[in-house]
């Protein structure tokens, strides 16, 4: 399949042959830096490798074409406060190459989306990410507790983590009722409690730890629930 092995060329190109000090000679440099041309020359001949075809000379030409435009631009506009932003859209570009090109050869079969099982399952897990956490933090509005040490738990902890510390448990507790593996919910009940509950404990505030222990029994409540409605 033409997408496996155009996917298994970029990893291969982008991250495992691509050394530390070529991304910062590049990054300094830009356009004038070798270590461009070089990357993209790996990639047009890791292609070629992988598709293995002369015939399809031209797709392994394509990919490094467009892999050039893309760091090409990404080199260009991006800076130390776009580089995370710019890492995810370089890497959606590439992927997005790939698969134009698996759709010019007829690989894609989209009749998946009219499959009830395939949405049934879609719709829990969208349900489960933002729509879940707004319903969860609704029917917590009335218990939010009020950190009274300055310099806590709260004030240290990252922007939205819990946000998307819940979405993730979710989407994993969802992921395990969808394969029949409940032990793995047993997992991430265990864990969540070693990690999160032992700094609770040395927090000493017994509300801030009923309202995060509420917190999590719902969360993991709505994620069986909807993994049970869906099955």
């Known amino acids: ?16 042959l691509q050394p530390n000090s070529w991304v910062a000679d590049k990054e300094n440099r830009k356009l004038k830096s070798p270590f461009l041309y070089l990357h993209v ?4 001949v890791l292609s070629f490798i992988f598709l ?19 760091d090409a631009c990404k080199l260009s506009f991006q800076n130390i406060q776009t580089k995370k932003r710019w890492f995810f859209i ?4 590439h992927v997005a190459v790939i698969g134009g090109v698996s759709f010019y050869f007829n690989e894609f079969d989209f009749d998946f989306l009219k499959d009830e099982d395939f949405l049934k399952v879609l719709m829990g897990a969208l349900f489960l990410t933002s729509p879940a956490s707004i319903f969860i933090k609704l029917l917590l509005s009335s218990w939010t507790p009020v950190n009274e040490q300055a310099g806590s738990l709260q004030t240290e902890s ?20 969808m394969v029949n593996h ?4 047993g997992f991430m009940v265990a864990a969540k409690s070693v990690f999160r509950f032992s700094d609770l404990a040395q927090a000493k505030q017994r509300k801030l730890t009923e309202y995060v222990l509420i917190g999590t029994l719902l969360s993991f409540g709505l994620a069986v629930l909807t993994g049970i409605l869906i099955k």
């Open 1 to 16: 399949m033409i997408f496996i092995q155009l996917i298994l060329a970029h990893l291969l190109g982008d991250f495992l």
């Open 41 to 44: 020359l790996i990639h047009t």
């Open 52 to 70: 293995w075809n002369i015939e399809l000379w031209w797709v392994a030409v394509l990919v490094g074409v467009t892999h050039l435009i893309i």
């Open 90 to 93: 370089d890497q959606l570009l």
């Open 158 to 177: 990252l922007s939205n983590a819990g946000k998307y510390i819940g979405i993730l448990e979710r989407l994993m507790v969802f992921t395990f009722i």
């Open 182 to 185: 409940w032990e793995g919910v």
